[in-house]
């Protein structure tokens, strides 16, 4: 009984301390170049601005959320809107 608690409590700890699946948008590189021909097309993402006045890189934070949530690590961006509040791009996933 005392191995299967401990076996038990190891399992529920080890799953607490694992690493996440999707990439982080902050680790997401972005660059106007397409990446190496080991990488992978996911589509294409999009970012906006909550509001007419926000900058670029609001913009360009929420196509990288959109780009983690589809488990991109490299997007290429592919146009930005006359005034940068939105921005749209492609995601890859890349070894």
Do not use: H, N
């Amino acid at each position: 009984m005392k191995k299967l608690i401990l076996l038990t409590a190891a399992i529920v700890f080890s799953a607490c301390s694992s690493q996440p699946i999707l990439p982080e948008a902050d680790s997401i590189k972005v660059g106007r170049s397409k990446p190496s021909s080991d990488c992978t097309e996911i589509g294409v993402v999009r970012g906006t601005t909550i509001t007419a006045k926000g900058s670029a890189e609001e913009a360009l934070q929420d196509m990288k959320d959109e780009a983690a949530k589809k488990g991109a690590t490299y997007v290429l961006v592919d146009q930005y809107s006359g005034q940068a509040t939105a921005v749209k791009g492609i995601a890859y996933k890349c070894p």
